[in-house]
């Protein structure tokens, strides 16, 4: 696969297609099955380099388990911060400081594509609106579920508050390793 074909964005279409953006900025539709195929196949090549047996009972098969899991691990791909927040906004007139502690978080260092995990804390100061408390882990879950930097993670779970709620502050700190 060359560069500019590598995935970059995909959004949920249907069930199980995807419209998928590529690094040239052209769009393609893959299926997650058809994913999971390419996936697979590229996990087979990578057990093949490091030099082991692909035929050997335990390896027989990792190619699809780890397939599955990288889908998995890359979800945050797959939905989209409207569908997260539509039926979870009220107004509320407060303006207490509301703050999500110790919200646990896992992610794929874009770098290396190696996990790092940690915790997330998040608290804002309402604006006349509020949002559903486990819809703050929901934003964290969307973001992180993507190949990442921590900096950037902070600035879109913080980007996606502020943009939903207007409140009059927002903060995140993310705890990670």
């Known amino acids: 696969m060359h560069f500019n074909e590598r ?10 297609t995807k419209v998928v953006k590529l690094c040239n900025g052209s769009k393609k539709t893959e299926s997650t099955s058809s ?4 996936l697979s196949s590229a996990y087979l090549d990578i057990i093949e380099a ?18 599955k899991a990288v889908v998995h691990f890359t979800k945050g791909y797959e939905e989209n911060l409207s569908d997260i927040v539509k039926d979870a906004i009220f107004d509320e007139d407060t303006d207490e400081l509301v703050l999500v502690k ?19 804390s998040v608290g804002y100061l309402p604006n006349k ?7 703050i882990a929901r934003i964290v879950e969307l973001y992180s579920r993507r190949l990442q930097v921590q900096e950037r993670l902070t600035n879109q779970i913080a980007d996606a508050l502020q943009n939903s709620l207007n409140p009059r502050g927002v903060g995140v700190v993310v705890e990670a390793t």
Do not use: W, Y
Request: glycine residues 6%; aromatic residues 4%.
């Open 102 to 120: 110790d919200i646990e978080m896992f992610s794929l260092c874009e770098h290396h594509m190696v996990p790092f995990m940690g915790k997330v």
């Open 129 to 135: 609106k509020v949002i559903g408390l486990s819809k």
């Open 7 to 16: 995935i970059m964005d995909q959004r949920l279409m249907n069930d199980d």
């Open 50 to 67: 490091i030099g082991e047996d692909c035929s050997r009972q335990g390896l027989l098969k990792t190619p699809e388990r780890a397939a």
């Open 35 to 38: 994913k999971i195929k390419k």
